[in-house]
Structures are given as C-alpha cells and as structure tokens.
C-alpha cells in the first residue's frame, strides 16, 4: 500500500486531513512539519508514495519549491497544493513545476475525499 | 598643550573685569523695563520679553552677594545660553557695564585656584592677566545653576598674586 | 418531458455553465462539483423518454471531466466541456436544434477521444473508477473564502456566526497552543521590523504566521479569528509585495489586531474550549471596528488595475473587461497588451491609464510622511506662538491710532493668516493616542498574565489626536490606572462566574474630543469601589471625621484615593505593591492641567474620567492681576468667581488663617500675595477671589484684579526661574507684549504649606 504525504506547517490542519483521511480508510499516512521535512521523507519514501498534499506557504522550505524538489525525482506522482484565496495567484507558478491541482483553505471534508478519491484509492 | 584663541566678552561688576567666553554670548542689550519677581533669593531680578520670548534677568551683583545698585541706562543685559535640565536656556545677566572683547590663549589663563578665594573654584575657570587689570573667567554654567548666592567678598578685590 | 423535468435540467446546465466559465486550471474543488453537476444530469436525463442521446452524451462528459484531475489533460478537457455546455445552453434555450446539437458534438469527436484515450494519471493502486456514483448534490454551500465577497457584519455578530466552531476540544486546545505559538513569532519579529522595517525574511515569517493561524480556524469554524488574522494578513500581503511601506503607524495597527487575537484564544483557554462556552466570551469582543479599520488602512493603499481604470472610463465595457480577465489566465500577457491586441481601446487609451496608475501608485506611496525632528517642530510652535503674539500686538498698535481701512483690512487677513497657521502647526504636534492604547493594552495583558486573570481590553476613540507632550504625560498615570483596575477591580475568573459576570474582565479605554479638551476613560467592569470601606480607611487616617462620613459627597470621599499611602487594598500584590499610588497619577496629570474623576458603582464598575487640554502650547486660562503683576491661573481647575464681603471672613485666633463658609463648608481664603510675595493692599469691602477645587478640597484665592478668561500661549520659563519659583508652570506675553506668569496649582498650594 502506497502512502499519501501530507506536508503542513499547522498542527491542526495535518491533524484534520489525517483524520479526514482515516475516516475513510486511508491508513498510510506520512507527515512532514514543513517543505525540508517533507523533501527528506519523500526521498526516504521514494516509489512509495500514491500523493502528496501540500500546503504552501511553509517555513524551511515552501511549497512551491518543493513541488521543483519532488519533480526532480518523482514526475508522476499527483501533487495537491493546500493553499488559499491569497495564495491563489501562486498557483500558475505551481502547475508549471508540476503541481497536479490545488484546493483552497479551509474546504469540507467530503470534497477533499472526492479529490483524494480521484487518484487515490483506500 | 594647545594654545587655542578664544575670544572672550569682558564685563565689569564694581570695577572688577569679569570674562565669559563669548560663544555662551547671544546677544547684549541695553536695559530694558524688568517685569519684576519678588523671590526669596533675590537675585532673580524679574523677566524681560526679548522679542516673545520670556527670558529672566539675573542680577550679577546680588548673585556674587554685593550691595544691590539701582538699575540705570548705562545697565546692560548680558543674554547667555546655558545648559538646562531639558533644553539650552537663555538667561540675561545684569551686569554694571561691558568693556570689550579680547582674544586670550589658554595658556594665559592662569587654572590654578587660588588659595584665598571665598570665590569655589567650581565657579571659577581661571584668572588672567590683561595689560593693569585683573580678569576673572566665570564657569558659567555652575554659576548660574546653583541655588545659592556665589559670594565674592572681600578676597576678590585683593587676591593673592 | 415536463416543466419541471425541463427546469431541474436547465438549472444543471446552467450552473455547469457558470462553473465551466469561472474555472480556473488546477482549481480541483471546481472540477469534483463540475464531476458532481454532471452526474446529477445524467441522474435526471438516465431515464427520460427521446433523451437517451443527451443522456448518452452526459454520460461521456462525466469521463471528460474526469481529466481535470490530469494536467496533461486538463485543458483539452476544460475546453471540450466549456464548448459543449455553451452548445447544451443553446440547445435548452431552444437557440439550437437537436439535430444542430448532434452535429456539433460530433465535430468534436477528436477532442473527446484525445481527453478520453490520452495517457494521463490513473488513481492508483485498484482498477479504473466507473462512472461517478451518482448521488444526490447536496445544496451547495459557500465555501467561506474569508475574502470580500463575504460582507461581514457591520454591528455586533449575525445570528449563527459562531454555529460552525467544532465540537472538538482537543482539537481546539491544539489550535489554541500553535496559534499562541505563531503569535509569540510574530510578536518578536514585529519588534525586529520596527528596526528593520523592510527585511523581507522577517516580514515572510510573519506572513507565514497570520497566514496559519487563518488557515488553522478556518477550519475549526472559529470566524472571528479567521477574519481577524484575514485582515491582518491582507496587509502583511500588502506589505510582503512591496506595495506598502510598513511604517509605524502599521505596526502598531498589526499590534493592535494581535491583542484582539490573544484575547479571543484566551476566550478558548479560559472556557476550557468548550464551544458553547467559548461563544459567550467570544461574543463579547467585537472584532469588527478592527476590521473595518484595517479595510479603511488597506483601501488608502489599494490601487485599481488598468482594466479597472479603461473601464471606469467608460474606455472599454465590463463585458469586455470580464472577457480580457477570462483570456488573461490563459496567457502571460498584460491586460493593456490585450486590450489593444483585441483593438477594443486604442494604444493611447491605454498609455493614459497607466499614467494615471502611476500617480496612484506614486500617490500612494508618498501618502506617507516627511519626518521633522521635535526639535525643529518645538521650535517651530514656539516662533508660531510668537508670530501670533506680535500680530496682536500689532493689531493693537495699529487700531490705537487712525488707519486707514486698508490698514485694517490688511490686518484682519494676517489675522486669519496667522491663525490658520498656528492651527496647523498646533496639529502637526498632536499624534493619536492609539499610540500608547497600543502599548497599554499590552501592559493589561500583561498584567492580567501576572495575577493569573483574564481580561480583554475594548479600545474607542484611539485615533483622536492630542499633544505629543501631553501623550507622553499621562502614560505613566494610564498604565497605573489599567495595573490598578486589573489588580483591585477585575475579579478572579471563579468570583466573577460566581456573580454572573462573564469569566472574561473587560477594560475600556476610550478617548474622546469634550469641548476644548479631551476626555480619556478606563473603564473596568470589576468590583468597583465600596464607599465604606474608603470611609473607613479615610477615618483611620483622620482625614475624615466621623460626623462627616455620613454626608460626605461621593465625589469628595473618591478624592481622598488620590492622596499619598492611601490604599483601600487589604492585600499587597506584586503589581500593586510597587510604592506608588494614585497620588502620583495625580500629581503627574496636574502638571499638565488635567483633571481626573471616579465614578464607581460597587460590584459593576469603576470608571476614571480624566480630563486633559489638547495641548501644553495653548491653555484656557483666568488672567488676574496680583500686585505689580499679572498671573495666569489653569481655567480647568477654578469652580467659580467669589466675591468675599470683608465681614464673611473668619480669622482664626493667632489670625495667621482666614476662612470663609461658603455652601455648607469652611474654605481657606488664601492671599496669592503671599505666594507670589506681591505687595499687600489693605483689604477692602469686596474681596476678589476665585474658588478653587483640588483634590478633596476647596480654596479661595484672592487677587486684586479679575481681568477674564483667555487663550495663553504658554512660554517656557528657564529651569533657573522655575527653580527658584516652583509655583509657575510657564509665563505668557499678552498682545500689549506685558508679560504675565502661569500658576502650577499643586506648587501654589505647596508653597504655602
């Protein structure tokens, strides 16, 4: 079973896409606190990985430029960017280096699953 | 030791010669109408208004503790700048007459206190000798910031040479 | 097929339509509603009569709409769909045949196979999804963007505002550390940027900040603080692209938001994040002034864009505006580029619009200040306080002798002349007193921190504007006033449950333009002041006599807590324990001829009022004249004019003092001769006095002459004078140019002693 990596710097929001997650029978989940983190266990990780959901602004290293890093080694794997209606105008810049798609903060748990749902299966 | 120029406005004060270095000199002026204090130390003559500014007039003679003199047209204001607990204040000085104004090198001025001098040496910069007469460089600053009457006294119209 | 069938159908097309229209690539909360608009049509076409072609057709769009979870795809995908719609619309609207629609999706059969058959992702791992489940929508629910298109509420919170909080107390609680957590960064780094007010590594970190703390409640359904770190965000958004300078007055303002942010998590703390709980102290701290305070700041800078400007103009429609936008997320290019690319308004048109832009911006970013040092501004008043001075004394010169009207006319205008420049000046030293709320409300919470209370602080009136010199006055005296409410007045989070109050103490601090002067209230909904025990300790320290007590005016009894070592306080704390009292507020407000007062309602409130002149330059004062010379008494502090008949005065036996009864009191009739060592003149029948009210008492002040109330420029005295004669506090030039000497109270009353 592959994993989804979730990549947030708020403890709550991690905690709430977990649980959405679990909820609905996705159990392999990898955290990472912010971009650097999240690098270093995607490499861990590599072929192992089914998605990865990340937020955008973080600190160490923010989502965009981790989006370059993973698109090094990993071209296929789809990238959702958690981000928000600031952050929007971001988002070209994000598809170019490979993001799959993106969603604004704060969305329901049901569209998420939905999202989730079309690339990945529990 | 330097040996700058400094230039110096001498006053006198019942025929003593007094100097002050001229850079804490705003302005002389003659006398002018005082609006009159009446406070304990009484040196503190009154208040002028110097062109809207209120500036008060310190008596030279009460302030070293010599017989008060009536005012008279030949009286004049010496406008001083002094450093303040906040900011510069300019205080006029009521002095009998001003005399000149000389260019003295430091090396003239004589710093030692002289032994003798009811005068502080705190309020005394030094002595100096130009051609018969005796000056005496003020410290300004402490003179005027202190509460006290600086008494001059006899020794001053006989110093030990 | 029936009205209603039609209807329902027509409602899936439509919003199919306007979700095709507004999206935007990579938007995948878009793409699963229009997945989701799309099997709700197949829903309803599945089994209608003659509709199996349109059924068939909703069927494969399903499969085309799944490629825009694929960006290889996706465009293809976007404009097959879009292209499609349009034609669906035509078709319902009855603007295109059936045949018609049948030819035109055929035209496009190698699109659809592109998006159908093209390599692209496959959700991983297990086979292929079947056609979407086709299940119910739900009504669609706004996501709350936080942005504009969500007006707040303008007064107080609408009905259901705080229903969305999750019942999730761990979940709250872990919300509450990491945002304290952000808060704390962003509270140093505010600090470093007032040093460094454009390092961008710190102004990143603490967008970062208030960008989580949004993030994280927008989630847990806590709107008021998602709009408040929304709002503090947009500007630090502002900031970050360069658009706006972060100057100090921004600082502050972020300052200020930040403290409503602490005192909505402390909401959550004290309630031990029980929702319903949370909702009472949430409802009372209404972050809405903020907000619309912060709209106001942001608006100031806000610049409009090219379209927006051509289409203001009336240069180019907002149809067309709407379609450039739509064209501009497709291409790199610059809207002026497309407007004149599609020849809707001319090179020029355009040319013009940017220069008015470039004003704008310009505009907006020298909105800013030229910085005058306080020694250039002091001086500037003071020769502005001269300047007015001798155009009286002109004016008075002139009208003495014959002149003609000209003369009198020039005069008047450099009358008005002279007066508006000393207004602006006066002003340009005034600074709102935001300027230390902002630091006081920091002090309360730090305060409140140290005695391990709660406590939110409103702020009103903080953009009123007053007297540097003045703001600098009463700070010290304000934060005594906020450390004593906190420490004596706001209870314990358990005894203000107990009483039914909210656990959450509240302080105003308001401020507030009052006739010539300005009017500052702190406010704490506490204990408030139990007049027998002030009693009781004012006997203790005989200052009150038993026979008094009972009829002692209020007023009166709350005087005697402004007197040195009077503390009502059975217990000494840390904050209050630090050896000054309200004497010394005092003492410092008299120093700038302010006023303070006590109203109090036992176990509501206690208020202090206190009353200041705008500014030190200009006071309202009583002239008199004294002996030789004029004096200027504080205006604030005189209660009436008396006028004493020789025969009221009461000596007392060794004769030194003199009394009067006056309205049921016996008042010390003062000569200021005595003061001001003025010569005496005998007394006559009527004796001229003014009434004074200081502290818990009263005073007769007699004069020789009353000559009225005016405006005096106040001029500073040298420290040598004011040394030698503390009862001044300044001196004054009348227009004749005489020179009159303005009496400090506290030291007139002082030198008597």
């Known amino acids: 079973m592959k994993y989804i990596l979730i990549a947030d710097d708020s403890d709550v929001i991690r905690s709430i896409v977990e649980q959405t997650l679990r909820l609905n029978k996705y159990e392999n989940i990898l955290k990472a606190i912010d971009g650097q983190d999240a690098l270093e266990k995607a490499k861990a990780n590599q072929g192992n990985i089914a998605l990865y959901v990340l937020d955008v602004n973080m600190p160490r290293m923010d989502g965009i430029t981790l989006v370059k890093e993973l698109r090094k080694f990993d071209s296929t794997t789809p990238i959702i960017m958690l981000t928000t209606e600031t952050d929007k105008s971001k988002m070209l810049v994000a598809r170019d280096h490979g993001a799959t798609g993106w969603i604004i903060k704060p969305f329901q748990g049901e569209k998420f699953m939905k999202i989730v749902e079309m690339y990945v299966k529990p | 030791m330097s040996d700058e120029m400094k230039k110096y406005l001498i006053f006198t004060i019942e025929r003593e010669s007094y100097g002050i270095p001229i850079s804490k ?112 460089i003020l410290n300004l600053d402490s003179i005027l910031t202190t509460e006290e009457v600086v008494e001059l006294g006899e020794q001053v119209k006989q110093p030990a040479t | 097929m029936t009205v209603e069938k039609k209807k329902t159908i027509q409602t899936f097309v439509e919003r199919l339509n306007t979700l095709l229209q507004g999206y935007e690539l990579g938007d995948l909360v878009k793409a699963v509603d229009i997945q989701d608009t799309l099997s709700s049509l197949y829903k309803e076409l599945q089994n209608l009569p003659r509709m199996e072609k349109f059924a068939q057709l909703a069927q494969h769009l399903i499969r085309v709409a799944d490629g825009l979870a694929d960006p290889e795809k996706e465009p293809k995908a976007v404009s097959l769909l879009r292209s499609v719609s349009n034609d669906l619309n035509a078709f319902l609207s009855g603007t295109l045949s059936g045949k018609e629609l049948g030819a035109r999706v055929r035209a496009k059969s190698g699109l659809f196979r592109q998006v159908l058959f093209g390599q692209g992702i496959q959700p991983v791992p297990g086979e292929e999804r079947e056609a979407k489940k086709t299940e119910a929508i739900a009504p669609r629910q706004e996501i709350p963007s936080g942005g504009a298109s969500v007006p707040p509420p303008s007064l107080g919170y609408e009905v259901g505002y705080f229903d969305s909080i999750v019942e999730d107390e761990k979940l709250l609680s872990q919300f509450f550390s990491e945002a304290k957590d952000h808060l704390e960064e962003a509270q140093s780094i505010l600090v470093e940027l007032e040093y460094d007010p454009t390092n961008k590594e710190l102004i990143n970190t603490i967008f970062r900040n208030f960008h989580t703390i949004k993030g994280s409640s927008a989630f847990l359904g806590l709107r008021n603080v998602e709009e408040l770190s929304h709002a503090i965000e947009d500007l630090l958004a502002l900031v970050r692209e360069g658009k706006i300078f972060l100057s100090k007055e921004l600082i502050d303002l972020v300052f200020h938001g930040m403290e409503l942010l602490r005192n909505l998590l402390e909401g959550m703390h004290i309630n031990d994040f029980k929702p319903q709980e949370m909702k009472k102290s949430f409802r009372i701290i209404d972050i809405h002034p903020y907000i619309n305070l912060m709209r106001r700041v942001l608006d100031q800078y806000k610049y409009r864009k090219i379209g927006e400007i051509l289409a203001e103009e009336g240069k180019i429609t907002l149809q067309d ?166 420490d004596h007045g706001i209870e314990p989070a358990e005894e203000r449950q107990q009483k039914g109050k909210d656990k959450v103490g509240k302080i105003l601090l308001a401020a507030e333009h009052k006739g010539s002067g300005i009017e500052i209230v702190i406010e704490d909904d506490g204990r408030g002041i139990e007049a027998d025990r002030v009693k009781a300790k004012a006997m203790e320290l005989g200052l009150l006599k038993k026979e008094e007590a009972e009829s002692i005016s209020i007023k009166d009894l709350y005087a005697f807590l402004f007197l040195p070592g009077f503390s009502t306080s059975s217990s000494v704390t840390t904050v209050s324990g630090r050896g000054v009292g309200l004497d010394v507020v005092k003492k410092n407000l008299d120093s700038i001829h302010g006023r303070v007062e006590i109203v109090s309602e036992p176990g509501k409130f206690t208020r202090f009022i206190i009353r200041l002149p705008l500014t030190l330059a200009i006071i309202e004062g009583f002239v008199t004249r004294v002996g030789e010379n004029k004096y200027v008494f504080p205006f604030s502090a005189i209660e009436e004019i008396k006028v004493i008949d020789a025969s009221e005065i009461m000596a007392s036996e060794n004769g030194s003092e003199a009394l009067i009864y006056h309205r049921g009191a016996h008042i010390p009739v003062l000569k200021a001769h005595r003061v001001f060592k003025e010569e005496e003149k005998k007394n006559g029948e009527r004796i001229l006095s003014l009434l004074f009210s200081l502290d818990q008492s009263k005073y007769c002040v007699v004069v020789d002459e009353l000559i009225g109330k005016q405006e005096i420029v106040i001029k500073n005295l040298s420290d040598t004078l004011l040394q030698e004669c503390p009862y001044f506090s300044g001196g004054t030039i009348f227009g004749d140019g005489s020179i009159g000497f303005v009496v400090d109270m506290q030291g007139f009353l002082e030198s008597l002693k």
């Open chain 3, 321 to 486: 505006l709407q379609k450039l936008l739509r064209k501009q997320t497709e291409t790199e290019k610059k809207i002026g580029e497309l407007v004149v690319e599609e020849k809707i308004a001319t090179t020029e048109d355009v040319l013009d619009a940017l220069k008015k832009q470039k004003t704008q911006v310009a505009k907006v970013k020298r909105l800013g200040y030229v910085k005058v040092s306080n020694e250039k501004l002091n001086t500037l008043i003071d020769i502005v306080g001269e300047l007015v001075i001798n155009q009286s004394m002109l004016k008075q010169e002139l009208l003495g002798g014959a002149t003609s009207d000209r003369a009198e006319r020039n005069i008047s205008q450099l009358e008005t002349i002279t007066t508006t420049i000393k207004n602006l000046v006066l002003s340009m030293g005034m600074t709102p007193i935001s300027e230390i709320f902002t630091k006081l409300r920091v002090v309360a919470r730090n305060t409140a921190e140290e005695l391990g209370k709660s406590v939110y602080v409103e702020m009103r009136g903080e953009d009123t504007e007053l007297d540097r010199n003045v703001i600098e006055t009463i700070y010290d005296p304000l934060i005594h006033i906020i450390r004593n409410s906190i």
């Open chain 2, 25 to 136: 000199v705003q302005e002389v002026i003659r006398y002018m109408p005082i609006t009159r204090l009446h406070e304990a130390s009484r040196f503190l003559k009154g208040v002028v208004n110097l062109r809207g500014k209120i500036i008060p007039i310190v008596d030279m003679r009460l302030k070293f503790g010599l017989p008060e003199k009536p005012y008279t047209d030949r009286t004049v204001f010496i406008i001083v700048e002094i450093l303040g607990l906040r900011d510069v204040n300019h205080i006029g000085l009521a002095v009998d007459g001003v005399k000149d104004v000389v260019d003295i090198p430091d090396s003239a001025i004589n710093r030692t206190p002289e032994i003798g001098f009811r005068f502080k040496s705190k309020y005394l910069y030094g002595i100096v000798q130009l051609q018969e007469s005796m000056v005496l």
